[in-house]
């Protein structure tokens, strides 16, 4: 981030986004100019090529070991002080970094991007309602106040995911590396965000991802904090 000091590497995770990526590189360097773009890919079309075209750092994960996977790799290789994530599908405000990055610097450790502040136009009234017991869920679970424990725009202080371990096979990662880093007392922040339509076609599974959605809320109740 210009004048901050802070070294910010944006990373992603890919599959088959041929058709958004060069919109979405474009647009984090208007937002952050001096930031590093990371990718882990698995895709079958053009999509890394035209990431290394553009001077991305591409990481090859293929044949594909699955989102939790490729996630860990991305935020287990980033380089500098500050990791920011967000889907390769053009959903996410990258305008809405520079103000994520304001908040890491004054003090916190994870800020959270949530797309449900609101009913966003671009999300189906069943996944906001399922989000919004999720969100309920992790609240009556942990005493974590969010609206959105599924967003994957967030940005992490490095040396607070060099402290971490996490579970990465299985689906609903997110909800793991946001009540984990909460659990341990790191300082955590949500910022409401507007969320968009996606280019290209979802990869979500829902009834997998509800199930393991629960299995981590769930799964992580014994952590105890070991940051004063």
């Given at each position: 981030?210009k004048g901050s000091g802070m070294?910010?590497?944006?990373?992603?995770?890919?599959?088959?986004?041929?058709?958004?990526?060069?919109?979405?590189?474009?647009?984090?360097?208007?937002?952050?100019?001096?930031?590093?773009?990371?990718?882990?890919?698995?895709?079958?079309?053009?999509?890394?090529?035209?990431?290394?075209?553009?001077?991305?750092?591409?990481?090859?994960?293929?044949?594909?070991?699955?989102?939790?996977?490729?996630?860990?790799?991305?935020?287990?290789?980033?380089?500098?002080?500050?990791?920011?994530?967000?889907?390769?599908?053009?959903?996410?405000?990258?305008?809405?970094?520079?103000?994520?990055?304001?908040?890491?610097?004054?003090?916190?450790?994870?800020?959270?991007?949530?797309?449900?502040?609101?009913?966003?136009?671009?999300?189906?009234?069943?996944?906001?309602?399922?989000?919004?017991?999720?969100?309920?869920?992790?609240?009556?679970?942990?005493?974590?106040?969010?609206?959105?424990?599924?967003?994957?725009?967030?940005?992490?202080?490095?040396?607070?995911?060099?402290?971490?371990?996490?579970?990465?096979?299985?689906?609903?990662?997110?909800?793991?590396?946001?009540?984990?880093?909460?659990?341990?007392?790191?300082?955590?922040?949500?910022?409401?965000?507007?969320?968009?339509?996606?280019?290209?076609?979802?990869?979500?599974?829902?009834?997998?991802?509800?199930?393991?959605?629960?299995?981590?809320?769930?799964?992580?109740?014994?952590?105890?904090?070991?940051?004063?």
């Open positions: 981030m070294k910010v590497t944006v990373a992603m995770i890919t599959m088959n986004e041929e058709g958004a990526i060069a919109k979405v590189i474009a647009d984090i360097r208007r937002a952050v100019p001096e930031a590093g773009i990371l990718i882990v890919d698995s895709s079958k079309d053009k999509t890394p090529e035209i990431a290394a075209s553009l001077g991305v750092e591409v990481v090859r994960q293929f044949p594909p070991q699955g989102y939790g996977r490729a996630m860990d790799r991305a935020l287990r290789s980033a380089q500098g002080d500050v990791v920011v994530t967000l889907d390769c599908d053009d959903t996410y405000p990258t305008e809405a970094i520079p103000e994520m990055l304001r908040w890491i610097e004054q003090g916190y450790d994870l800020v959270n991007a949530s797309r449900l502040n609101r009913r966003p136009k671009a999300m189906p009234m069943a996944n906001y309602a399922a989000n919004l017991v999720f969100a309920g869920a992790t609240y009556a679970v942990h005493g974590l106040k969010t609206m959105d424990v599924h967003s994957g725009m967030r940005a992490y202080r490095k040396t607070m995911l060099d402290q971490l371990q996490w579970n990465p096979d299985g689906p609903a990662l997110p909800v793991e590396l946001l009540i984990l880093p909460y659990r341990k007392g790191f300082r955590v922040k949500d910022i409401g965000i507007d969320y968009r339509e996606r280019v290209g076609q979802t990869t979500l599974n829902r009834w997998q991802s509800t199930v393991w959605t629960f299995k981590r809320i769930l799964g992580l109740r014994g952590v105890k904090p070991d940051k004063v």
